[in-house]
């Protein structure tokens, strides 16, 4: 009784305090990265297409944003210079240029660009039919790695990360004839990026997600978080954001199949809190209910199909509407494997969640970054729980300031993306970083801006583990304090030793928290096949799992597993010829779709674990 009418006081302080750092950061932030505020479900709006051919011009001493002294030019290729005369001199033109589609990388659409890492010069013309009392906007789902965007030759910003949507406003910038949108993009790996230089996968460069354009309301329904409070069953929690507005302007949401309609209004800031109650049904992988809901404001509306559902961890359980589960995951990259390349339509997730639907998954890790909306929607829709990630990969520069805001960029751009998909249950802030005072601080940082922007998921990170002895593995970063749930990555039988070597092997997990095993595998080359012990044949392969899979079955705190990964994915770091050539094997899937037998270890174990109710 004490206890739980302590807590009940502490949680309402909690959210007060939570949802008030929340209004603060979102207004705050708000103008930090970017002019323009991230818009909210772009598939919800009234959009123009922009994807399709883009002329290009590849740029590899940035010729077109510097002079001979490198310093930046006044008439750079933004400028979509035409000569006048006979004797003008200009020594570019996109419109006779070669083309590249758009979304897309350049890598691999043109064998050329397999490796280029640098600049190159992306323009769309376009005309547009102005509208009365009509804002517009361009939105780009993804641009890799740093994006200079203008239109008609004026700088509208710079963007930079490389697998989350930026947005600038072009009301005023806009033309009704020949507008033409330049976008310098650049791979360039730095330092102290994120990721910064070395990355196990492939560094695909170029508008690599949709590009559109964004009539909206003079006053418009910016961005919203409609979720279940922490550990709530019943209550609809979050905001709405109205862009433009100030105090008093009224606004509903409505779950008209619930018959649930609330009324809010907006503060100072243009923003209003949410909370009501709401019997609702909850979504579950078994029966991924989305419900339509519809926020409207005097001059806006918008519709979305939102899942309501809660996840918590609780010692070391994890608690999907408040009862046990088990995550029977797998690791993706964001590659369509038969096209190659980036994947990001709505095929290649159908694809790509499809086979791990087959292998028995009820949830994934999308590594090592922020994948497509695409992907994340229709786990929505096809029941399959989900570990997001921003690129804080390897070895980072933790003191430095720059990239720590970078990374928060990222984090916010994601979680603002996504927080209404109630099939990310995991925010995950590292991968294999280094132990060490200032990696602790960056992260911690990172997941306290996780918590603030979104109190209702759980935040996890994918880290090491080390031995205790030669037979006692030990999982006890001290990032863990700070997670809610610990993840780990570990390649017994690959990187450390040989399969059997997971045999003899005991875990000690030093907090009372869910372990997911996000990483473990090995690589095999499709069609090989020779004795268990020969590396590279499927038949080691599936040794590993084997072992594997029987050692993790015996750690008391496991909760989950993705292992490393649905398919082979190119890599740089792979040279190996006549097996790897350039791609990481340890796909259970080949490039060209093939299983090989470890798929089939795996779905065994996932079809057992699914019989046990788990
Ligand atoms: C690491 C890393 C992956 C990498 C994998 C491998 O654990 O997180 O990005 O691809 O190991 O070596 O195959």
């Given at each position: 009784?004490?206890?739980?009418?302590?807590?009940m006081n502490?949680?309402?302080?909690?959210?007060?305090?939570?949802?008030?750092?929340?209004?603060?950061?979102v207004?705050?932030?708000?103008?930090a990265?970017q002019?323009?505020?991230?818009?909210?479900?772009?598939q919800?709006?009234d959009?123009?297409?922009?994807?399709g051919s883009?002329?290009?011009?590849?740029?590899?001493?940035?010729?077109?944003?510097?002079?001979?002294?490198?310093?930046?030019?006044?008439?750079?290729?933004?400028k979509?210079?035409k000569?006048?005369s006979?004797?003008?001199?200009?020594?570019y033109?996109f419109?006779?240029?070669p083309?590249?589609?758009?979304?897309g990388?350049?890598n691999?659409?043109?064998?050329?660009?397999?490796?280029?890492?640098?600049?190159?010069?992306?323009?769309?013309?376009?005309?547009?039919?102005?509208?009365?009392?009509?804002?517009?906007f361009?939105?780009?789902g993804?641009a890799?790695?740093?994006?200079?965007?203008?239109?008609?030759?004026?700088?509208?910003?710079?963007?930079e990360?490389?697998?989350?949507p930026?947005?600038?406003?072009i009301t005023?910038l806009?033309?009704?004839?020949?507008?033409?949108?330049v976008?310098?993009?650049?791979?360039?790996?730095?330092?102290?990026?994120?990721?910064?230089?070395?990355?196990?996968?492939?560094?695909y460069?170029?508008?690599t997600r949709?590009?559109?354009l964004?009539?909206?309301?003079s006053?418009f329904?910016?961005?919203?978080?409609?979720?279940?409070?922490?550990?709530?069953?019943?209550?609809?929690q979050?905001?709405?954001?109205?862009?433009?507005?100030s105090?008093?302007?009224?606004?509903s949401?409505?779950?008209?199949?619930?018959?649930l309609?609330?009324?809010v209004?907006?503060?100072?800031?243009?923003?209003?809190?949410?909370?009501?109650?709401?019997?609702?049904?909850?979504?579950?992988?078994?029966?991924?209910?989305?419900?339509?809901?519809?926020?409207?404001?005097?001059?806006?509306?918008?519709?979305d199909?939102?899942?309501?559902?809660?996840i918590?961890a609780?010692?070391?359980?994890?608690?999907?509407?408040?009862?046990?589960?088990?995550?029977?995951?797998?690791?993706?990259?964001?590659?369509s494997?038969?096209?190659?390349g980036?994947?990001?339509s709505?095929?290649?997730?159908?694809?790509?969640l499809g086979?791990?639907?087959?292998?028995?998954?009820?949830?994934?890790?999308?590594?090592?970054?922020p994948?497509?909306?695409?992907?994340?929607?229709?786990?929505?829709?096809?029941?399959?729980m989900?570990?997001?990630?921003i690129?804080?990969?390897?070895?980072?520069?933790?003191?430095?300031?720059?990239?720590?805001?970078n990374?928060?960029?990222?984090?916010?751009?994601l979680?603002?993306?996504?927080r209404?998909r109630?099939?990310?249950?995991?925010?995950s802030?590292?991968?294999?970083t280094?132990?060490s005072?200032?990696?602790?601080a960056?992260?911690?940082s990172?997941?306290?801006?996780?918590?603030?922007?979104?109190?209702?998921r759980?935040?996890?990170?994918?880290?090491?583990r080390?031995?205790?002895?030669?037979?006692?593995?030990?999982?006890?970063d001290?990032?863990?304090?700070?997670?809610?749930?610990?993840?780990?990555n570990?390649?017994?039988?690959?990187?450390?030793?040989?399969?059997?070597k997971?045999?003899?092997l005991?875990?000690?997990?030093?907090?009372n928290?869910?372990?997911?095993?996000?990483?473990?595998?090995?690589?095999?080359?499709y069609?090989?096949h020779?004795?268990?012990?020969?590396?590279?044949?499927?038949?080691?392969?599936?040794d590993?799992?084997?072992?594997?899979?029987?050692?993790?079955?015996?750690i008391?705190a496991l909760r989950?597993m993705?292992?490393?990964?649905?398919?082979?994915?190119?890599?740089?770091?792979?040279?190996?010829?006549?097996?790897q050539?350039?791609?990481n094997?340890?796909?259970?899937?080949s490039?060209?779709?093939?299983?090989?037998q470890a798929?089939?270890?795996?779905?065994?174990?996932?079809?057992?674990?699914?019989?046990?109710?788990?």
């Amino acid at each position: 009784m004490e206890d739980h009418f302590l807590s009940m006081n502490s949680r309402i302080a909690l959210r007060v305090v939570c949802f008030g750092t929340l209004l603060l950061l979102v207004t705050i932030s708000a103008g930090a990265q970017q002019s323009t505020p991230l818009i909210t479900n772009i598939q919800g709006r009234d959009t123009i297409s922009l994807n399709g051919s883009w002329q290009v011009i590849i740029d590899p001493y940035e010729t077109g944003y510097y002079d001979y002294r490198f310093q930046p030019r006044g008439d750079g290729y933004f400028k979509n210079t035409k000569p006048k005369s006979p004797s003008d001199l200009v020594e570019y033109d996109f419109d006779s240029s070669p083309q590249l589609q758009v979304p897309g990388d350049w890598n691999s659409q043109d064998q050329r660009l397999l490796f280029y890492e640098g600049t190159l010069w992306y323009k769309k013309s376009f005309d547009y039919q102005k509208k009365d009392r009509k804002r517009l906007f361009v939105y780009f789902g993804a641009a890799n790695y740093v994006a200079d965007v203008y239109l008609n030759g004026e700088k509208l910003g710079r963007h930079e990360g490389g697998f989350t949507p930026f947005d600038f406003e072009i009301t005023s910038l806009v033309k009704d004839k020949d507008n033409y949108l330049v976008v310098k993009v650049d791979n360039k790996r730095r330092r102290d990026a994120v990721p910064t230089l070395n990355t196990d996968w492939w560094n695909y460069g170029g508008l690599t997600r949709e590009v559109r354009l964004v009539e909206l309301p003079s006053l418009f329904v910016e961005d919203y978080f409609l979720q279940l409070g922490k550990g709530s069953l019943d209550e609809v929690q979050g905001f709405v954001k109205l862009n433009g507005a100030s105090a008093g302007e009224s606004l509903s949401i409505e779950i008209p199949e619930a018959r649930l309609k609330q009324t809010v209004t907006t503060d100072s800031r243009g923003l209003a809190q949410v909370r009501f109650p709401a019997k609702l049904q909850l979504w579950t992988p078994e029966n991924p209910k989305l419900y339509e809901v519809v926020i409207s404001s005097a001059r806006d509306s918008i519709r979305d199909r939102i899942g309501f559902r809660s996840i918590e961890a609780k010692g070391p359980d994890l608690l999907l509407n408040g009862k046990p589960i088990f995550l029977r995951g797998i690791s993706i990259h964001e590659e369509s494997p038969l096209r190659g390349g980036r994947a990001f339509s709505d095929d290649d997730a159908r694809m790509l969640l499809g086979w791990a639907k087959e292998l028995g998954c009820n949830f994934v890790r999308l590594a090592h970054y922020p994948h497509n909306e695409n992907m994340v929607r229709l786990a929505d829709q096809m029941g399959i729980m989900v570990w997001a990630e921003i690129p804080v990969y390897w070895t980072i520069l933790w003191d430095n300031q720059e990239t720590l805001k970078n990374a928060q960029n990222q984090l916010e751009e994601l979680i603002t993306r996504d927080r209404n998909r109630a099939a990310v249950i995991l925010w995950s802030v590292a991968n294999e970083t280094p132990v060490s005072e200032p990696r602790n601080a960056f992260l911690k940082s990172l997941i306290d801006s996780a918590r603030t922007l979104d109190p209702t998921r759980l935040i996890t990170a994918a880290n090491e583990r080390h031995y205790a002895d030669p037979s006692t593995q030990v999982v006890d970063d001290p990032l863990g304090q700070y997670l809610d749930v610990l993840g780990c990555n570990e390649y017994v039988g690959w990187y450390d030793g040989l399969p059997e070597k997971a045999d003899g092997l005991t875990w000690k997990v030093t907090l009372n928290k869910p372990l997911v095993v996000s990483e473990f595998g090995a690589d095999a080359l499709y069609g090989k096949h020779g004795d268990k012990g020969q590396r590279w044949t499927e038949e080691y392969q599936k040794d590993v799992y084997e072992h594997q899979i029987a050692m993790l079955k015996k750690i008391p705190a496991l909760r989950g597993m993705s292992p490393w990964i649905l398919t082979d994915f190119r890599s740089p770091r792979r040279p190996l010829p006549g097996i790897q050539d350039f791609f990481n094997r340890k796909g259970l899937i080949s490039s060209r779709g093939e299983r090989k037998q470890a798929f089939f270890v795996l779905q065994k174990f996932y079809r057992e674990l699914m019989n046990e109710g788990k």
